[in-house]
Structures are given as structure tokens and as C-alpha cells.
């Protein structure tokens, strides 16, 4: 069965609406393998929408490329690949394909896996731009973290900035689980830099895709990819994005299916929250913290028991065993981010005092430093 | 009739005697060069001639030959042109015979009217000669003080061949100079501008005065006008004092590259050496048909900083790798390989990314996560690794230019603990072939750079939370010598190794890690 699906997929010029519709007519992929070119070029036309007359023409393409033999072998080859790599196929038809995103328009018809998908998982999608600020990546992973200790799946994309916050953020929490949907085959991790990444989320969760394993990750594929995020997911979360971001294709796409759409404030001089700022004056939900989404779901009833599992983080970690210099130094960090010359200007401390009170914090874990050596409280 | 005359020729930054052998005997009228001369030295020819005549002297009409001994070596240079001249005139017998030519030595290249103009690389001939106990030398005038700076030699400043000429015939004797080590040029020099005059950036001041007592490399990452430039341009004035055989060494390889005037004799302080990011590989380790020293060696002892570190090309930046490691730079040619040496302390200067906000305000910057990282890919890996400090710089608030709560210190403090842990590094490193904590080998390492239980304890705790990488261990360490040094201290404490992890910014806080 799976070699069919995987012939499916490989067909150009055939889209997830159409073969859903082809399967439909011909009651499985198998049966359109066995199928005559005639049978298949009436299949075909019945599957040509009102007012899509302009298809007719290509008919004749698309069925050389059904009947096409060499997609047949390809198939087979990937196949083996497939099966060698433990990559799983999940069609439409399986019981663990997920419910909501089945029911999406242009769901799509397999799913190739590495790791484990369930059927109803209740998923958030977290997304935001790949230039993030130290605000949105600290944002993405704290909500990420705290949803995940309410019991919640996230779902993103694995792409750089925010997305790897969310996930991290996910799989800081022991028992946090995440999907990453890809924009690429499951051969070609991309971005490459997040390869450990992939590992670790195929353990903890999933990482998915529609696109065959060899598939490049091709500008024209991550648009495509983002109605399986919000697709799947009950609410979207854009954490950070610019203008022109991908990420609103995101929400636009979550909008469409009928997706909550959140989004996180930002400075309304940075372009990077501008794309956000911009959707919450359209109606997006407004969030500060995890509380905020989990508030959109709760049943009146169910008030505080369902999401009891929610860990309150606590923002100022108890302060034990700090003299008094490093004391001062963890309270000026913590009402806002600093940099030693700001610190010594507060603190009226040396620069080699001060040099060995933040590095205590830091190997403490207390606080940490960004690129350009600004210090700010571990999240 | 035949003369001998010696001369002096330098390759690299080492000179050696030449011996300028001249024939004349009867026949046809020819003045032949022979001994692997190079176009000026066959140019000597027109000059010498002329300088003769137009000196009021006669110009043998004979078969002239005159030999460069040893004839196997490449000569090159227009500095012969006075010794093949007395030559001829001693084989002409021009100039008393009986006076012993042989004390003496020539250089000097002539002009067509008699004078004698001033030529490079004075210094290393003049102490190739002391070597060889000839301590007789006729200079051109224009090269008298920096022939001065080598002590125990008579120097014959001459400004005319007919003033030699009258010398030597004993009709009028020129004042002798004695070489005295030009002990009262050696004054303090007053910079025109101080440490104190920057502002904030204690980070950065700090590492730069550690760098300047350990004569160890840095980088410095930071925006557009967060104060880099400014602050390498003071680092010359914290640099620890220069003693008399490194001025040698650094003057010689000035005189060789022409850039010794009698305004500038000698090079009397630390270098501090600039190329432009556009420099080619030859312009900064040397190169050339002839090689000269490149940036790399004229900043030697004293300071390479290299402005807008990844705009230079990879090539540059990779041709420093060698010169870093060894202390020298060593330049092959079909006919001769020559090696100058090359210790500078390199300091490098960069901006965190392509619009340079990166650090600052990251709302604000427009560059994607993977041109942040390429930007700094341009600086290649083991050349990075080879920075023993990073400091990250960040640009100043108005609160923090105009602060009063912070204790400025003004250059002559910093450069008094500098001096003194420079000392003291001298004094410890005596007799190992190395003068400070940045040469220490890893085998010194464990001999020097003892830590203390404590000392340790934190260490391992870092490289674990810091995931730090092994070479990260040995420059940390060096550094914490450094820093215990500059405090007086003989064992390194925890504070000096808490100290000493900050400054590998890079590895810390993330910069050239994933994003």
C-alpha cells in the first residue's frame, strides 16, 4: 500500500485536492495504479471542479504522467529508502493521522514521519520570524516551556529564531512534546545547523512533512507547509514577525481553517514586531503568557482543573547564599537587561568586582548573556 | 694596479660584508660590473663616473673591471656606489696608497655632481661591521643618527665624494662621531590623547590592558562608533616601555624598509601599525621581488591592528596564521629565501554583523540569522582561536558618556601596572627564550600556570555549563597569568580565572555559535 502513496506524491502537476479527489473516485491509490489510460483520463475529468474548465486541457498531461512508468520505478526506490531511514508513512486513512488536520481543505495525503504522531493530540502552533530578538526568543521559549507543563503539543517549523525557541522551549519541560513540520524531505534537515534538533524532537515527538524524503527545501515548499502547522494545531501563536514575514501566511492560513490566531505585543518601533502588532489590531488575541491561550480553551466549568498540571514559574528565583555584591548585581539584571558599564554606573562597583559577580551568576544559572555581553535573567 | 675596498650589503634584516675588488690596466676604455649586481648596482657605472669628474677628480681612460666579492650573492642597492668610486680612485691612485683602506668600510650612493645621498638598512650594516671588528664607517651625513644608535664605532658622516677623498689623502680630516647608543633620545612621549578619555567600556579598557601586559592578541566586536578604533588608538599609550635591543631590532627593520629619516633616526617607541582592509598579502607580511618586511614585521614588538577584521581578504587574514605561531616571517624567492621577524601583539576590530546592530538594538537589525553568522566566517577559524581575549563592545548612552560614578583612569596609571607585570614576567620567563605569558608553551603551562583546588574546581564548572572548547583551557590560563601578574599576585587566584573565561566572549555568549 505504501508504494502507492509514495507513486501518489510523486506525480507533478497533481495536487493534495486532486488526488484526494482521484483516491476517492478510484477507492484507493492501488486501483489507480492498476488503472487503464483510459479509465484514468475519465477519472480524471470528474474530478475537474466547476469553473475550472481551463484544466481540461492539461488532462492528457497529467494522465501520461499517471501511466508514466519511470515514476513507478522512482517509487519503488524511494520506497526502500523509506524503509531502510525508519520513516513512517501516514495516510489520510490511518488511525493516527491527525484529526484537525484532516479536515483542513488541501489536507494532505501522506505525511511522511520520524517519530511518533498521534491522532488527537491538542496542539498550539508557535511560529515567528528566524531573525529574532532576544525578547521574542526569550517570549517563544518561556510559552513554549509553559505550555508543554500544561500538557499541551507544540507545533512549528524548525526553522531558526523563534521557531527553534519554541521547540527548545518545548522539550526543556521532562515530559514536553513536539512536532516540527518540515519544508523539506525528512533527508534534508534544514536548517542543517538544527540537525541535533531533529533528533531530539523525532524522540520526544514528531517531525513530519508532505514532501518526499529527497525533496530539497525549496523556497516555494514553506508557504505550503504552514497550513499543515496551523492546520493542525487548535490556536496559532506568532511570536515576533516583520511586515512581510512568513509567518503571517501562517495566521493567514490558520484564519482560513478557522484557527484562533494569537499574537505577542511588541515594541512598535522594531520592525520585527510590526508583522504581530499588526494582527493584533486586526483582531488577533493578545498574549503575555501561556495563561492567556490556555485561558481561550478553558470550559467555564472546568475553571483550574483541567489545567492543573500548570507549573507557575516563578520570575524571581529564590536568592540563597549571594553576598552582598552579587546580590545587587542579580536585582539590577532582574528589573531590566544590562551591560557591565551600565552595572558599574548603578552599583558603584569596580570592573574586576563586578566581572567576577556576574560570571557567579552565570555558572549559577541565574542569568545569562547575549551577543554583544548584555545580561539577562535565565528563563 | 688594483684596491680593495669593503662595503656592506644587508639581506633581510642582517647585513654582511662585501668586498669591492678594482682592476685598471691598459687598453680600450670600458668600466665593467661584475658580481651578481642588480640594475642599480649596473647603474653605479653613470653615477660613479660622473661623480669623479664633476668632483674635480680625473677618470681613469683604462680597462677598468671591479668585482663584488663574494660574487655568488645577489647585490642589490644603489649603496655602492661610493665604495666602487673610492676604489677606482685608490686603484688610480688618486687617494694615498699607503693609507690602510682596510679599517674602513663605504656606503653611500652618489648623485652626478659628487654629493652622497642617504641610503636604507644603515643600521644592520653598521652592526654587521661591529661584528667583524671594523669599526671604520664611512656614512653618507643624511644616515648619521641613525648610524649613531650602535655603540663603540667611529662614524665619518661625508655629504661629498671630494670630502672623503681629502680625507683619506690626509689634507683635511672629518669629524669623527662616535656611536653612543643615543641614549638621550630615549624620552618619554607625550600622546595626544589618553585612556581616560573614553568613556564606559570598562570591559574592553580592561582587556586591552591586560592584552598590553601580555603582549596577548584581541578582538574586539562592536558597533559602528561604539569606540574600537578609538580605543586601539590609545592602546600605544599603556603599551609597557621599550628597551634598547628591541628598539635595535625594530629600527633595523625600519632601515631596511626606507622608512628612517634624520628627522626619525630611529623607531624609539612601540610601533603601532594600521593596514587598510583593502592591503594585499605582500603589504602585509612582506613580499616583493626583493622581499620587504610587510605590516606584520614593521609592527613587530609592537602592535598589528587590523581595522574592520572581515573585510580584509581571507588570504591576508589566513598569511598571519604563520607569523602569529612562529614570530617571523619567512619569504622564499627562486634565488634566496629571507626571514624577518614578525611579534606583534594583533589586534582586531570587527562589527557583530553586515548592518552592524546586531549587538545593540537586535529589533533593529535587518540581517537574517545566517548572514550574522557568514559575516564572521570571512575571519577564518584557527585564526579566531588564535585571539586570546574577545571583548564584545556595546555603544554608549548618554547616562553612561556623562557618568561621574565611575573611576577613569589615566593612561600613566594603567601603563605603570603594565610596566610592572611586564617585569615581572622578564624576570620569570629569564633564560626560556620567551618575555611574556602569550609566548608560554603547553608544556610551560603546567609549570606556570598552576591553579589552585578552588581554581580548578571553577574552571571544570565552566567548561561544563560554557561548553568550552580545549584551546578555550590553555588561553584561559595564559590569560589568568596575566591577570594575576598585573595584580602582583604569584599564584593564579579564582578571581583571576573568573576573569580571565569572560573574555572568550565568543564561545560564551553565543556569537559564532548556532543561533
Redesign the interface.
Known amino acids: 500500500m505504501e508504494l502507492y502513496w509514495i507513486w501518489l506524491s510523486l506525480l507533478k502537476g497533481i495536487g493534495p485536492i486532486r488526488q484526494h479527489a482521484l483516491t476517492e473516485i478510484a477507492r484507493g491509490p492501488e486501483s489507480l495504479w492498476h488503472a487503464s489510460r483510459k479509465t484514468i483520463e475519465r477519472y480524471l475529468k470528474k474530478t475537474v471542479f466547476t469553473g475550472e474548465d481551463a484544466i481540461h486541457k492539461s488532462i492528457p498531461n497529467m494522465a501520461d504522467e499517471i501511466c508514466s512508468i519511470e515514476n513507478r520505478e522512482k517509487a519503488k526506490v524511494i520506497l526502500e529508502d523509506v524503509k531502510s531511514k525508519n520513516i513512517k508513512l501516514v495516510t489520510q486513512d490511518d488511525d493516527n493521522f491527525p484529526v484537525l488536520l484532516k479536515n483542513i481543505a488541501s489536507a494532505p495525503m501522506v505525511l511522511f514521519v520520524k517519530g511518533e504522531l498521534t491522532k488527537d493530540d491538542f496542539c498550539i502552533g508557535i511560529v515567528g520570524t ?2 529574532g ?3 521574542g526568543r526569550r517570549v517563544a521559549f518561556e510559552i513554549a516551556k509553559d505550555l508543554a507543563a500544561a500538557g499541551v503539543t507544540i507545533v512549528s517549523g524548525m526553522a ?2 523563534i521557531d ?1 525557541q519554541a521547540h527548545k522551549g518545548c522539550l526543556a519541560y521532562e515530559e514536553g512534546k513536539t512536532i516540527a513540520v518540515l519544508g523539506s524531505g525528512l533527508n534534508k534537515i534544514y ?1 542543517y ?2 540537525r541535533f534538533l531533529f533528533q531530539e524532537i523525532a524522540q520526544r515527538g514528531a517531525v513530519i512533512t508532505e514532501y518526499l524524503p529527497n525533496v530539497s527545501p525549496l523556497k516555494e515548499n514553506f508557504p505550503c507547509r504552514n497550513r499543515i502547522i496551523s492546520g493542525m494545531c487548535k490556536g496559532l501563536v506568532v511570536v515576533e514577525s516583520a511586515e512581510t514575514g512568513g509567518s503571517l501566511i501562517t495566521a493567514k492560513a490558520a484564519n482560513d481553517q478557522g484557527r484562533d490566531v494569537f499574537a505577542v505585543p ?2 512598535i ?5 510590526r508583522g504581530t502588532n499588526s494582527l493584533l489590531k486586526d483582531g488577533a488575541i493578545l498574549v503575555r503568557n501561556a495563561e492567556d491561550i490556555l485561558n481561550e480553551y478553558r470550559e467555564k466549568d472546568q475553571k483550574e482543573e483541567m489545567f492543573t498540571q500548570m507549573v507557575q514559574r516563578k520570575l524571581i528565583k529564590e536568592v540563597v547564599n549571594l553576598s552582598k555584591n552579587v546580590g545587587d548585581v542579580y536585582k539590577q539584571i532582574l528589573a531590566a537587561s544590562t ?4 552595572l ?2 548603578r552599583t ?1 562597583l ?3 568586582e ?3 559577580a ?3 551568576l ?2 549559577r ?1 541565574l542569568i545569562s ?6 545580561y539577562h535573567p535565565q528563563y | 694596479m688594483f684596491s680593495l675596498i669593503k662595503s656592506c650589503g644587508f639581506e633581510g634584516v642582517n647585513g654582511y660584508i662585501i668586498e669591492i675588488e678594482t682592476d685598471i690596466k691598459g687598453g680600450i676604455p670600458t668600466f665593467d660590473i661584475v658580481g651578481l649586481g642588480d640594475m642599480a648596482v649596473r647603474e653605479a657605472k653613470e653615477r660613479v663616473r660622473a661623480a669623479i669628474r664633476n668632483s674635480g677628480l680625473d677618470f681613469p681612460t683604462r680597462h677598468i673591471v671591479v668585482n663584488m666579492a663574494p660574487a655568488g650573492v645577489r647585490k642589490e642597492g644603489p649603496m655602492f656606489d661610493l665604495p666602487i668610486a673610492i676604489g677606482i680612485l685608490s686603484a688610480w691612485g688618486q687617494i694615498n696608497r699607503e693609507y690602510i683602506l682596510d679599517d674602513y668600510i663605504f656606503v653611500g650612493e652618489l648623485s652626478l655632481d659628487g654629493r652622497v645621498r642617504p641610503v636604507k638598512g644603515i643600521l644592520p650594516m653598521i652592526l654587521s661591521a661591529r661584528e667583524q671588528n671594523i669599526t671604520k664607517l664611512v656614512v653618507p651625513k643624511d644616515n648619521l643618527r641613525e648610524a649613531c644608535l650602535v655603540e663603540d664605532v667611529d662614524i665619518y658622516p661625508v655629504e661629498t665624494l671630494s670630502e672623503i677623498v681629502l680625507h683619506l689623502n690626509e689634507v683635511r680630516e672629518i669629524q669623527v662621531i662616535r656611536g653612543d647608543r643615543c641614549n638621550r633620545y630615549f624620552q618619554d612621549h607625550d600622546y595626544l590623547f589618553d585612556f581616560a578619555e573614553v568613556k ?4 574592553a ?2 582587556a586591552l590592558e591586560i592584552a598590553a601586559a601580555g603582549a596577548h592578541n584581541c578582538m574586539m566586536v ?1 558597533s559602528p562608533g561604539s569606540g574600537k578604533t578609538m580605543l586601539a588608538k590609545r592602546l600605544c599609550t599603556i603599551l609597557p616601555d621599550i628597551s634598547y635591543e628591541e628598539c635595535v631590532e625594530i629600527t633595523k627593520i625600519y632601515s631596511i624598509a626606507g622608512l628612517i629619516n634624520n628627522e626619525m633616526p630611529f623607531i624609539n617607541s612601540r610601533p603601532f601599525r594600521s593596514p587598510h582592509h583593502t592591503s594585499t598579502t605582500a603589504s602585509v607580511v612582506g613580499g616583493g621581488r626583493y622581499p620587504k618586511p610587510g605590516e606584520v614585521s614593521l609592527a613587530h614588538y609592537g602592535v598589528l591592528f587590523l581595522d574592520e577584521a572581515p573585510e580584509f581578504k581571507k588570504e591576508v587574514l589566513d598569511s598571519l596564521r604563520q607569523p602569529i605561531e612562529d614570530g617571523k616571517v619567512t619569504i622564499s624567492r627562486a634565488i634566496s629565501s629571507v626571514t624577518f621577524p614578525a611579534k606583534p601583539m594583533i589586534v582586531m576590530a570587527a562589527n ?1 554583523c553586515n548592518c552592524g546592530k ?3 538594538d ?9 548572514e ?1 553568522r557568514t559575516y564572521f566566517r570571512r575571519i577564518s577559524k584557527p585564526l579566531l582561536d588564535r585571539m586570546d581575549l574577545q ?4 555603544s ?2 548618554y ?2 558618556i556623562n ?1 561621574k ?3 577613569v583612569e589615566k593612561s600613566e596609571v594603567i601603563k605603570k601596572r603594565v610596566n610592572k607585570a611586564r617585569k615581572i614576567q622578564n624576570d620569570r620567563y629569564k633564560g626560556n627564550g620567551i618575555f611574556s605569558n602569550s609566548e608560554l608553551y603547553p608544556a610551560m603551562l603546567e609549570k606556570y600556570c598552576k591553579l589552585t583546588q578552588d581554581g580548578e574546581d ?1 574552571l571544570r ?2 567548561f561544563e ?1 560554557f561548553k568550552l572548547s580545549a584551546r578555550a583551557h590553555d588561553k584561559i590560563l595564559k590569560v589568568a597569568r596575566t591577570i594575576a601578574d598585573l595584580e602582583g599576585s604569584e599564584s593564579i587566584e579564582c ?1 583571576h580565572i ?2 580571565s ?2 573574555y572568550r ?1 565568543f564561545e ?4 559564532l555559535r ?2
Not at chain 1, 551591560?339 to 551600565?342: F, L, M, Q, V
Not at chain 2, 564606559?200 to 570591559?203: I, N
Not at chain 2, 537586535?362 to 545566517?370: G, I, Q
Open positions: 528566524r531573525s530578538s532576544e525578547y531558526e529564531g527553534t536548517p545547523s538544527n511588541g515594541n518601533y522594531s520592525i520585527k514586531s551591560n557591565i558599564d551600565e558599574a554606573m558603584g569596580s570592573y574586576v563586578l566581572a567576577n556576574v560570571f557567579e552565570e555558572l544559572g548573556a547575549s551577543p554583544g555581553g548584555r | 564606559g567600556q570598562l570591559k579598557k580592561r562592536g557583530p546586531y549587538f545593540d537586535d529589533t533593529l537589525c535587518t540581517c537574517t540569522p545566517h550574522v571583548v564584545e563592545i556595546l554608549l548612552e547616562d553612561e557618568c560614578n565611575v573611576n571553577i564548572r565552566s555549563k578571581s573568573t576573569e573565561i569572560q566572549s560564551k555568549n553565543r556569537i548556532e543561533i
